[in-house]
């Protein structure tokens, strides 16, 4: 890596506020828009205080865990077992993730009538609203996520290690910030070891996000559904139906917030986890004197540039979306094709210019090209699954002709089968990744480049997310539309953006699991470098400068690999493995259930204001919709609570019990396990979904036949799985990972195995 | 382990001769007893004949697979990249485990009737002679394992390595079968690890048995209730149904000749893996100068004596079974319970007092309870959550209410919490037997430790798999009494046998997965000593007398983890561990799509026969019986062929790629994702089948209410699950394990991983 790539560094913080611009520039367009009439307007405004009363009571769930979670690591800093930033890392994460999720929520709520008032000017003005707000949210995600990291990296660099704090230590409020004698390798690693801790913030929201947002979207669409269409038979979205404006909430709260807080910290976790080991190789280098200070410095710096380039790539793919009046499904995919692919192929020839250049290695860019093209493999692979185009989705829908037994086990088979592509694509990312850089001769190098295939995956998550937070968008506006009583022609553009929605909502959600995946592998790897470094912190007897050469060679990674028994017949590491994966199967049953009690909830109150209030079904009486709102909100709060404190409390007890090997086998099998099994359920839920609007469209006796009902049957188990227990997968896999790298001192101090090895690694 | 249990080794192969012969009296004593009226003959025969023409079938794939993995294997041999012993090992492996599926449906297929008569005659009656012939499967499983095991020491302690031949070496047809100057700590490692082969043949065997059998039964249950129940209104085995014969055909070929294959194999597994493991731990000790060669084959014999005392002990628990008339379901389960813990107990008093006499090593004793304890309570686990006696299975009941979708979700839901319980008690068990053993301290006689748990699990099979092949015997009664015509109370009275069945099933299952489980483990242990010979082998340049000390050093297992990387962050293994899991759900996805096919056809047959035969339904035109046995057998031949070739398959091809840490990956990751999704799949199949039998005696509106055909629904999406997929997991496992163990020459040769040791190796 030539430190000519540090020189560049300013790319970062420039894209990061670029975007932010852009994302106000995209914002202020969008609230320009016409809003369409006073009906559309009303409707428009229940969804957004529905919408934003439920993130406010989610809020408030979250400040508690928070302020819980704070007061223990602030105590833990305190007693000299926890870096002093962490807490104030942690709360800054869990600041800009839940910052984006309200601002993509409020932008969306906003954009719902203005979309439908767009087309009812025409398709192309419709789509280009919906994908501008999108946008917003796609921006505001790398923007913030960017410029935390940026602000971080630069008060750190600049203010806490200063030259004369790295000579003569500095301590604050009787907390040691900087160790005396401090070299800038070592420096390097506290600072990106630190900095990758306010992933935990994020990850934390993102799972309240995730799973409160997936509850109380499929609660809402569960209950809307088996009450309004399958007992009264009314359309979806109907005025009529009580649960209808929860359902279109429910779009919002999980798609576009779930989705924006779950990727903000892929996004930052991918980063923060390549400069982490970048500086564990820099480190190394210098210590072996094979390389320089200046190197070690770039390796740490490059991710951030990539990323930022990346940024600005989104920006400028964003502006080649467009159609024209009247475009087919087919022309709309390749609106959206033209920019996510664009960006990429942009981003690529960048890399191969800067290694023209001299700047980066070629190993590296191969590397990130090996994540971007995992990233649009998966994504194919999951459109081919998902999608009623192709044969497997078509097989469930003729399965529905022999009912919905059937229906149900072809699914989940179809299911079961899509793990394979996108399993075989990770491998060959992996090793491709790790082998271009280096890895079969220099592991840590590999790992770097791991690390980098993630953030090549992420570098154009500006846009891709764009695409992703459209989707939701256009549906709300059908919903708007329907509400309203538009013409019919309003109608079936709004639904004809929506269907492209569905397409990119699954594909998203592919690429959401594949960069969760890589990010925890770079994260896994990083956990590693945050135990060398409070192995050597304690064996220091609480000092930082305790980190010298020969505990650094103590704690090389095969050296380390030894000494805890990290290998795969180390039994507490095997039962780490089986207990990884059951958390994953575990998490899902409780979202699952979860989404169960919920939805019966609103069946019955659906059921009860059918039968209660006069004139419902004649359109003479107003259901009362804030009713189902208010329960949708209050079981996702309160069923949101158990299974994340499950991910919070599993690694840490896993930790003092098993010790470190137990630990890395429950991350890696919940890694592995995770990603098949959210890959299953997403995939399964798509397929049902489609197969139903297949039949719907005429096949095997459409709309109200028996193979319809049954469709409907497969699509309703589908949706929580999709919706729900798949996507939360993501965010379990990470935030376990997360918890584990802040809680590592807990570990390393209290384990019993640890402690075998200290008592060595201190005579 | 005291070189007293060596001299009594001639335990083992008396108690399996023993086994044999009271299998044959429990065979002579059910086949006198009265076989019933005409009807009840005919009947029984036309199962009968169904089964056996599908077993002959089966076996005429097996037997050109077998040829073809023989040809593969002897090639191998030719060029000595393979044990000369294998080929005849993979054969007699193979062959007796068909021997054993044979006689038991031989027995089983005898037995329905029988016990059919003897419902008519009173309750205990026929539960004596279902319980008697499902012993039969029982003692020829334990009998013929033990044996092949015995002969197998026998032929190469006593004829191939005897004193002249390991002084001087010995050659056959040009292949080196002993190797010169060897020693009786060589001896034992090759000697055990030529004997673990012949679990390849048992395992492949076993795959075709379970996977065919699986979608056997399944094909013609789901068919025959698709139509006969659902469509055309008529109960469960009436006669008019074209599919009934097919359907209790389908028992016996899946639950009775699927299940003994399968556990034959665990049950030889377990042995011979721990076997291994004790000759490993013995040659080392013996290195070391730690240990005499006494002690290394007392450690060899050890757990062949403790399946010696454990098969008889079995055989008089037996006799402990035995029930009153009138007795309620609970009484009867009572009986069985008597049977097996009582078995179980006994054995624990026979190891204490075997400590107490000094025989044994108190670790090892509470490993085998460690063991023992595990299979009781994975067993409780599974009965709580598949039965409706409580919460989880009355839920999914509750929410049959609410129609087929929150049945599915509930179902899915609870069969993932299921899997909490039993991961960690085998966590539990697997630490225990571990730490009991002494594996803290020396890993290697820890691992030999969870060997033994496997043993002890398994050291009861002969009962327990007794009470497990009774079931289906009760169900084929009802069946026989359904068709015959029989008065009421003799149709009430095997209704509570095959009711008692169904929990035995169950509870069965989750034993058949937790002992595939440990087994399972064992081998992994088991392998890496294969590896490790090899490597010797290989680096002595063909020669078997390389394995000298200094080879040895290079290969304990610490150097041994070096040198290949078998750590976590190598990413060669955690890619081995995303496919592992990857191919648990594939395999899944294949035998569940095989099964909808298979039903597909059915489902066709029967409404053809229903349309076209005329008088069917009023009973004056007789259904054609034989052609929907001919589609079952034809859907399951053709059906079985490619998830078993990808079994055998897949290991090989990632041994080659990614070297041996990618199948240490591979066997890892498919052990634990396979291990969870295997009790999900059988536990939620269960809790189906239950939850609609619960609603069937009267819950939320009995039979035919809306609650019903939504868990009917249930029941046949749970189907394929519970008797097809999920089983079929445990063979998956073990046949993985059991191909690598097998293939390890030609991995070891031709995998460049590999390569790179063997260069620093010959240096």
Not at 405 to 425: C, E, F, K, N, Q
Request: glycine fraction near 12%; aromatic fraction near 8%; proline fraction near 3%.
């Amino acid at each position: 890596m030539s430190s000519v790539i540090t020189s560049l560094w300013w790319i970062a913080p420039i894209a990061s506020i670029f975007a932010l611009l852009f994302a106000v520039f995209f914002y202020k367009k969008m609230m320009a828009a016409n809003e369409g009439n006073e009906t559309m307007i009303e409707i428009a405004g229940h969804v957004r205080d529905g919408a934003m009363a439920y993130l406010m009571r989610q809020y408030k769930v979250v400040i508690i865990v928070f302020v819980v979670l704070l007061v223990i690591l602030q105590a833990l800093a305190l007693f000299e077992i926890q870096n002093p930033f962490v807490p104030i890392a942690f709360l800054t994460g869990g600041f800009f993730s839940g910052l984006c999720g309200y601002i993509g929520m409020k932008t969306a709520t906003a954009a719902s009538s203005r979309t439908a008032q767009g087309c009812s000017e025409g398709l192309n003005r419709g789509l280009i609203v919906a994908f501008r707000s999108g946008a917003v949210m796609g921006l505001v995600v790398v923007g913030f996520g960017l410029l935390d990291i940026c602000i971080w990296y630069f008060v750190l660099d600049k203010l806490v290690y200063t030259t004369e704090h790295m000579a003569d230590g500095w301590h604050f409020l009787g907390m040691e910030l900087v160790p005396a004698d401090c070299s800038v390798a070592e420096k390097l690693v506290h600072m990106t070891t630190t900095m990758i801790t306010f992933g935990m913030g994020a990850s934390t929201q993102a799972l309240f996000a995730r799973v409160g947002g997936g509850i109380y979207t499929k609660a809402a669409d569960v209950g809307a559904d088996l009450v309004g269409k399958v007992e009264a038979g009314i359309p979806e979205d109907d005025p009529r139906n009580p649960a209808t404006i929860a359902d279109n909430v429910g779009d919002n709260v999980g798609d576009v917030a779930g989705m924006g807080a779950d990727l903000y910290e892929s996004y930052c976790g991918s980063i923060l986890a390549t400069a982490a080991l970048g500086a564990a190789v820099g480190a190394h280098n210098v210590m072996n004197g094979t390389g320089t200070e200046a190197d070690a410095i770039a390796l740490v710096t490059a991710p951030m540039v990539v990323a930022g380039i990346g940024t600005i790539l989104s920006i400028i793919g964003m502006f080649l979306v467009k159609c024209k009046e009247g475009a087919s499904q087919k022309n709309l995919l390749k609106a959206l094709l033209t920019g996510t692919l664009g960006s990429s192929i942009l981003i690529v020839l960048a890399l191969i210019g800067m290694w023209l250049g001299g700047m980066i290695a070629g190993g590296i860019v191969l590397a990130v090209i090996s994540g971007l093209a995992a990233g649009v493999i998966i994504g194919q692979a999951t459109e081919y699954y998902t999608s009623a185009e192709y044969k497997p989705t078509k097989g469930i829908a003729d399965q529905a002709v022999m009912g919905p037994a059937t229906t149900i086990i072809d699914g989940l088979a179809t299911g079961m089968y899509s793990a394979g592509i996108p399993v075989i694509t990770i491998v060959v990312g992996i090793i491709c990744a790790f082998g271009f850089a280096g890895g079969f001769s220099d592991m840590s190098m590999g790992l770097y480049g791991i690390g980098f295939a993630a953030v090549g995956m992420l570098a154009t998550l500006g846009i891709t997310l764009a695409t992703d937070a459209y989707g939701p968008i256009a549906d709300n506006a059908g919903g708007n539309a329907e509400m309203a009583g538009l013409p019919p022609e309003v109608r079936e553009r709004t639904d004809a953006l929506d269907s492209l929605g569905n397409t990119t909502a699954a594909t998203g959600k592919g690429f959401a699991i594949g960069s969760a995946a890589l990010t925890a592998m770079a994260l896994l790897a990083a956990y590693i470098e945050e135990v060398k470094i409070w192995i050597a912190k304690l064996a220091g007897e609480g000092s930082f400068a305790g980190f010298t050469a020969e505990q650094a060679e103590h704690a090389g990674i095969m050296d380390f690999v030894d000494a805890f028994e990290l290998h795969i017949m180390n039994p507490l590491l095997l039962c780490g493995l089986f207990l990884g994966g059951m958390m994953a199967f575990v998490f899902c049953a409780m979202t699952m259930k979860a989404v169960g009690r919920a939805a019966g909830a609103m069946v019955e109150e659906v059921r009860r204001q059918f039968r209660e209030i006069p004139g419902i079904m004649e359109g003479t009486g107003k259901p009362d919709y804030a009713s189902c709102v208010a329960i949708s909100t209050k079981g996702a709060q309160r069923e949101m609570l158990m299974p994340s404190l499950l991910a919070i409390i599993v690694p840490v007890a896993t930790g003092l019990i098993l010790g470190v090997p137990g630990v890395m086998g429950l991350l890696a099998g919940g890694l592995t396990t995770g990603f098949v099994l959210a890959t299953m359920l997403n995939n399964a839920g798509g397929a049902w979904d489609n197969a139903k609007k297949y039949v719907e469209k005429g096949a095997h006796g459409g709309k109200g036949s028996d193979a319809h009902k049954a469709a409907v049957v497969g699509d309703t188990v589908g949706d929580p799985c999709k919706d729900t227990s798949g996507p939360s997968l993501n965010i379990l896999i990470k935030l376990m990972t997360m918890v584990s790298v802040v809680f590592t001192p807990v570990v390393v101090k209290f384990s019993p195995v640890i402690q075998d090895f200290l008592n060595i690694a201190t005579k």
